[in-house]
């Protein structure tokens, strides 16, 4: 424990922000890191709880307590040893990831939770300016050779780690460029692409191999592939958007968030793209769907220019603070703003979409929508709402983005050539714990295994995956388990 009377005497604080008045100006980054004597009194806030809830509440079961401590000691290289023990990428979760851990944070109970993200970001970046982080592929190989199909978070953390036992291992990807959901799916005022390329670079360094623009069962048949390898593990996310087929819906101006969000991010890295300019620029804007896509839908209309915007959601507005149906350590369903709100952004709840409509042109020009009201059960959850009678009405807009999630994976190509058993919610269904489809040696994780769910997750499926086919490879893992404590004491 670096301080035991840190909690008592430092209050939680963030590193400081640009201005949203000058933020918007570009597609920079725009935190700031702290000042030494900072990042010391944050990490010094950790109580090194008897029992760390922070670990369950982590996917990855990240050993926070241990690396706070290092971070206050000064002893970086212990501390990157630690953090880099359950995280192959900190400096994507230590920037985009929801933090569950510190929803469960035993501080949290009755003041704000210990700056558990901030920290590990801090760790990673100081790591690398001291030279810490190096490749880690040993120099003895296995002879296995393992296939990895998409280059998102599960992707990249399966492929480091395979890597890290010694086997051989090339990642296919459809885009032009590694990274998945990292590289097109988040902005880069969340995340500069500077940051995955750095990481891209180093898993080059370890031998692993990226082979672009190969789309898995329609550039290179896909049982081909199965046979060139002892082992495939498909990565491939769930990309499959939730639509909105109301009338009305093939007007122009309608668009998927991701089409908008990976335009933008390919302008922002000077890549070309075919499709027609989706813009906001000049336009009202109204973003359907209340999660991080969507904010970051309000983020990149704020810096194209648009005129207004509007983010609608048809759930009731969550509570501020924790109620009993929430109770610590569970991860608590309250009112999120962003940095993209507070950029500027008009928020509705309870509010349902009717129609979309048009000009003579076939140009959207406003929305219909009405209120509504939710039935809730004893656990306070919404199961059904009703429409509030007279609340029927039209707003004016010219862009709709849809931020309302995605369903499942992509069939065509690659999953239908396989013929790869799907589960009742129509993802890759693989035994449980195990990672393996109905396809001998075909593995599968992240957001096409479980469904659409956060970074961290997909990390967390990337390297349980990778252990469960080197067991597979070899006959038993050198790989660390998912157990923070079996993790810690193989460390050290």
Known sequence: MGKATGFKEYNRELPDKISPA????????????????KLNEQSARCMNCGIPFCHSGCPLGNIIPEFNDAVYRKNWEEAYQILSSTNNFPEFTGRICPAPCESACVLGINKPAVAIEEIEKHIIEIAYEKNLVKPTAPLIKSGKKVAVVGSGPAGLAAAAQLAKAGHAVTVYERDDKPGGLLRYGIPDFKLEKWVVERRV????????????????????????????????????????????????????????????????????????????????????????????TGSDCVGTSNRQGAKSIKQFEVMMQPPAQRTQHMPWPSYPMVMKTTSSHEEGCDRYWGINTKEFLGDENGNLRAIRVTDVSWELDVMNKPIKFNEVAGSEREIECQRIFLAMGFLHPQYEGMLNNLNVHLDERKNVKAKEGLYRTNIGKVFTAGDMRR??????????????????????????????????????????
């Open 451 to 492: 469904g659409q769910s956060l970074v961290v997750w997909a990390i967390s499926e990337g390297r349980e995956c990778a252990r469960k086919v080197d067991e597979f490879l070899m006959g038993h893992s050198i790989l660390e388990s998912k157990d923070a404590v079996n993790q810690f004491e193989q460390v050290f």
């Open 201 to 292: 670079q180093l898993m080059e360094e370890d031998g692993i191999v990226f082979k672009c623009n190969v789309e898995v069962g329609k550039d290179i048949p896909a049982d081909e592939l199965v046979r060139s390898n002892d082992a495939v593990i498909m990565a491939g996310g769930s990309t499959i958007p939730r639509n909105l087929p109301i009338p009305g819906r093939e007007l122009k101006g309608i668009h998927f968030a991701m089409d908008f969000l990976k335009q933008q991010n390919k302008r922002v890295s000077d890549i070309g793209f075919d499709a027609e300019d989706i813009l906001a620029t000049g336009k009202d804007v109204i973003v359907i769907g209340g999660g991080d």
């Open 22 to 37: 000058e933020r918007v100006k570009n597609y920079k980054e725009f935190e700031s890191l702290y000042t030494e004597e």
